[in-house]
């Protein structure tokens, strides 16, 4: 079963940063882009970041460039979010996504079919 | 980069046929056809239940459909059952390696 488990949330003080994992299981993980999508209380989605196969390209929202930084490490399975200089509008649940590989493995199709279950930060 | 734009709310009983719409710009849904719509039930994480506009992927029914016309994309739900009941997002590529998503629409099932 493909699964994929977030940590890292918390509450943080304005200003501070905070780093987002992601792990994913039950599937070849290097054959995939993968993405941050976040969800504020009560509010809709917001795609955040997203990073192709072997972080090569990547990309990211207006609210959030110069500020978050997308990693992984292929090695470990492993998806991550640099949040720094946070801010009480980043405050929301982080979901981590995977990029469906409909169009091929390696390629984005820019469709997230396998989601975690989120994580928590909350900046006060 | 602003969101797509989808009502706030639909809904319908039992049943019945429902279109949710989503609208952008000639810079992403009339551009491309990278458009996918989510449903979210509450508490629980986003499903994919449509891509590249009228796609559906393995084990969504066929009561789910999808299509799109200039800027304007459209996701229909025939049938309509008590466990449609849930919030909808539609998402385009927007160029740039950025995705907008829509503000969401809450199906409520009558």
């Known amino acids: 079963e493909m699964q994929l488990v977030e940590s890292g949330g918390g509450l943080v003080q304005p200003g501070r940063s905070l780093r987002l994992s992601c792990v994913a299981s039950?599937?070849?993980?290097?054959?995939?882009?993968m993405y941050w999508v976040r969800q504020a209380p009560g509010k809709g989605l917001e795609w955040v970041s997203q990073?192709?196969?072997?972080?090569?390209?990547?990309g990211y929202a207006d609210s959030v460039k110069g500020r978050f930084t997308i990693s992984r490490d292929n090695a470990k399975n492993s998806l991550h979010l640099q949040m720094d200089s946070l801010r009480a509008e980043d405050t929301a649940l982080y979901y981590c996504?995977?990029?469906?590989?409909?169009?091929?493995?390696?390629?984005?199709?820019?469709?997230?079919?396998?989601w975690g279950r989120g994580t928590t930060v909350t900046v006060s | 980069q602003s969101a797509l734009t989808q009502p706030p709310s639909a809904s319908g009983s039992p049943g019945q046929s429902v279109t949710i719409s989503c609208t952008g710009t000639?810079?992403?849904?009339?551009?491309?056809?990278?458009v996918s719509w989510y449903q979210q039930h509450p508490g629980k994480a986003p499903k994919l239940m449509i891509y590249?506009?009228?796609k559906r992927p393995s084990g969504v029914p066929d009561r789910f459909s999808g299509s799109k016309s200039g800027n304007t994309a459209s996701l229909s739900v025939s049938g309509l059952q008590a466990e449609d009941e849930a919030d909808y997002y539609c998402?385009?590529?927007?160029?740039?390696?950025?995705?907008?998503f829509g503000g969401g629409t809450k199906l409520t099932v009558l």
């Open positions: 990073i192709n196969w072997n972080s090569g390209t990547t």
């Open positions: 000639s810079s992403d849904i009339g551009y491309y056809n990278y």
């Open positions: 996504a995977k990029d469906s590989g409909f169009y091929g493995a390696r390629t984005y199709s820019y469709y997230m079919d396998v």
């Open positions: 039950g599937f070849t993980f290097d054959d995939y882009a």
């Open positions: 998402s385009s590529y927007a160029g740039r390696n950025k995705i907008i």
């Open positions: 590249e506009v009228f």
